[in-house]
């Protein structure tokens, strides 16, 4: 760690802390001018002009002309290169699990999904896992800056999974165990947290104030970013919202308590409620429900407006909390899109106390189910950008020799 000196700041912090500022704009913006940077960072002009230099040295931004409608030079524009690096991502789920690459534009590929036991032990899945993510890194030609974990749990800022009540695994130090078999920075995430900075660095989040990302599954918990930054409280576990309660003395939770809002809204939920329909089929799933009340059958209509009323319920008691100024509903029963964002909106209308004035924008997740793999992917992005040392870590990362600049 470097010091700084009591007669000012550390300059080649200041170089570093300037290249994640720029980096952040052109993340944000898409396609942006030398000129939007400045205003988006008050940088100096020519402290913008020496990072992106060295920025485009390093391959990680193109400069594209873009043809003026009078008469003069065309303007630059510069944007991340998608292929400067890659993001590897890993999806520990209840009976799968998922890999895959992500590229700086938020595009997933190699995109695989594997089957687990439920109720399988780390130590009988784990090393099988670290293999396919092997085979993974050695198949990328591109540089890879880590791996993101995502885990349906509460994880510490270790790396350690504290407590996954739906995989039955606790106290396990993922961030550890496959820095040393895999080989490269590991960051470990809950699936909310992961699916929210997809959200705010790919999707619809960008640009956000406050985010807030509400992942409905097997399991329900949101993940919050506030100003560029995860939110995981002081012990990880912020963002549970699946273990407040809805409805006193209601129905028994997998975490022992009663009326929790994913004991009445989470994918099992909508399972039992569907099959007290004598209209349905034994057996059919979560997936399956929400096909049929797309199709317009009653029974499945209803069983899915239940739910999305709890949700809708849930969402006035956060949106109430915090205020955010973009609300996103992903997981797997987002797939029931308008019958679950429409109620959601109507709740948020009439019964959170700021409505009248609120600048609120709730979404469906762009990523739908690869919400979670995309986010994990992120979660790497969102340490290399915190990362204080970004200069030289992607320079070797990329095997260059860059010349040392000279201060802004």
């Known amino acids: 760690m470097r010091r700084k000196t009591h007669h000012g700041v550390d300059h080649h912090l200041m170089r570093d802390m300037n290249e994640i500022a720029v980096l952040l704009a052109i993340i944000n913006g898409g396609m942006v001018s030398r000129r939007e940077i400045t205003a988006y960072t008050h940088l100096t002009d020519s402290t913008v002009s020496h990072v992106t230099r060295k920025l485009l040295t390093q391959n990680l931004l193109e400069e594209v002309d873009v043809p003026q409608e009078r008469r003069g030079r065309p303007e630059k524009l510069l944007l991340l290169r998608p292929q400067a690096a890659r993001l590897m991502s890993l999806v520990l789920d209840v009976d799968h699990f998922e890999i895959g690459l992500v590229d700086l534009s938020g595009r997933l590929s190699n995109h695989q999904i594997h089957p687990m036991p439920p109720g399988v032990a780390p130590d009988d899945i784990l090393p099988t896992i670290a293999a396919e993510l092997s085979i993974l890194l050695e198949s990328e030609p591109d540089p890879v800056w880590g791996l993101g974990i995502s885990v349906p749990g509460i994880v510490n800022a270790d790396g350690i999974l504290v407590s996954s009540p739906?995989?039955?695994?606790?106290?396990?130090?993922?961030?550890?165990?496959?820095?040393?078999?895999?080989?490269?920075?590991?960051?470990?995430?809950?699936?909310?947290?992961?699916?929210?900075?997809?959200?705010?660095?790919?999707?619809?989040?960008?640009?956000?104030?406050?985010?807030?990302?509400?992942?409905?599954?097997?399991?329900?918990?949101?993940?919050?970013?506030?100003?560029?930054?995860?939110?995981?409280?002081?012990?990880?576990?912020?963002?549970?919202?699946?273990?407040?309660?809805?409805?006193?003395?209601?129905?028994?939770?997998?975490?022992?308590?009663?009326?929790?809002?994913?004991?009445?809204?989470?994918?099992?939920?909508?399972?039992?409620?569907?099959?007290?329909?004598?209209?349905?089929?034994?057996?059919?799933?979560?997936?399956?429900?929400?096909?049929?009340?797309?199709?317009?059958?009653?029974?499945?209509?209803?069983?899915?407006?239940?739910?999305?009323?709890?949700?809708?319920?849930?969402?006035?008691?956060?949106?109430?909390?915090?205020?955010?100024?973009?609300?996103?509903?992903?997981?797997?029963?987002?797939?029931?899109?308008?019958?679950?964002?429409?109620?959601?909106?109507?709740?948020?209308?009439?019964?959170?106390?700021?409505?009248?004035?609120?600048?609120?924008?709730?979404?469906?997740?762009?990523?739908?189910?690869?919400?979670?793999?995309?986010?994990?992917?992120?979660?790497?992005?969102?340490?290399?950008?915190?990362?204080?040392?970004?200069?030289?870590?992607l320079i070797n990362i990329n095997a260059m020799a860059v010349e040392e600049p000279v201060h802004p």
Request: charged share 20%; net charge negative; glycine share 10%.
């Open 166 to 393: 739906n995989l039955h695994w606790s106290d396990l130090p993922l961030k550890e165990r496959f820095e040393e078999t895999v080989g490269v920075p590991v960051m470990v995430a809950n699936e909310a947290d992961a699916a929210a900075l997809g959200e705010y660095y790919f999707g619809n989040g960008k640009g956000s104030a406050l985010l807030i990302y509400l992942s409905l599954g097997v399991g329900i918990g949101c993940g919050i970013v506030m100003e560029g930054h995860l939110f995981t409280g002081v012990s990880g576990a912020a963002g549970e919202i699946g273990h407040t309660t809805l409805m006193l003395d209601g129905p028994l939770c997998p975490c022992g308590r009663r009326g929790c809002f994913e004991a009445l809204a989470s994918t099992r939920a909508l399972v039992e409620a569907a099959h007290a329909y004598p209209e349905a089929e034994p057996g059919l799933s979560s997936r399956e429900i929400i096909a049929r009340s797309l199709e317009g059958e009653r029974w499945a209509l209803q069983a899915v407006h239940n739910i999305a009323d709890y949700v809708g319920q849930a969402a006035v008691n956060i949106v109430n909390l915090f205020d955010p100024d973009r609300l996103i509903l992903g997981g797997p029963l987002a797939q029931a899109e308008n019958y679950l964002l429409w109620p959601v909106e109507r709740r948020l209308e009439t019964e959170s106390i700021s409505h009248k004035n609120r600048q609120l924008t709730v979404q469906m997740s762009t990523f739908r189910d690869q919400s979670t793999i995309i986010g994990s992917g992120a979660c790497v992005l969102e340490q290399v950008l915190q990362d204080s040392s970004l200069g030289r870590r």
